[in-house]
């Protein structure tokens, strides 16, 4: 009986530390291209775990940052393997499409393109949101999206990539990251009684 509570309580220990990642993060750090925004201009948030991530991109005022027309085309994605994910649940102010290759540099595994027929876009002060389920658990790496922002004006290069200026971790992680610290000390707390 002891050793069935002890597996009990170390499976739910992994789970509770099980990593999950709810991230928000403001993008206007120029990744690639030749015009800086002086301010943010958009605002990615990600939350989900394994293999089920869900996303919400919200554009602020582009034509005012950049020029009349700028308009998000892309999120391009870094993740530890090239599984191809299939995109549902998609609400909002433009369309959500998976597209193979990605951003500058070549590695980025894919991106989500954000346009689509009749001039369909995501421009200023519009958001989308949209999940992403995969075949099989993934892992977000370091710079872990870039956004494309196209028609900025071609004084500014006509389109550029951008990365976010500093991620900022939701509640529910520190929650989550806490309760599995908390369960790992009671147990190494028990064992040595």
Known sequence: MKNIVKVLVMSLSLFVAMPALAITEDYGTLLSGSFQPTETFATLSVD??????NFTLSALDLNSIFTNGAFIGAVAINVSSDIVPTVTNVTG???VIYSPGGGPGGVWEFRFDLTGPSQARLTADESVSWTATFAQPVTF???QFALHVQSIGEENGGSAWYTNTSPVPEPESYAMMLAGLGLMGFIVRR???
Do not use: H, L, T
């Not at 989900?48 to 991530?53: E, H, L, P, Q, R």
């Open 48 to 53: 989900g775990a394994g293999s089920v991530y």
């Open 141 to 143: 790496v370091d710079d």
């Open 93 to 95: 102010d433009s369309p």
């Open 191 to 193: 064992r040595k009684s």
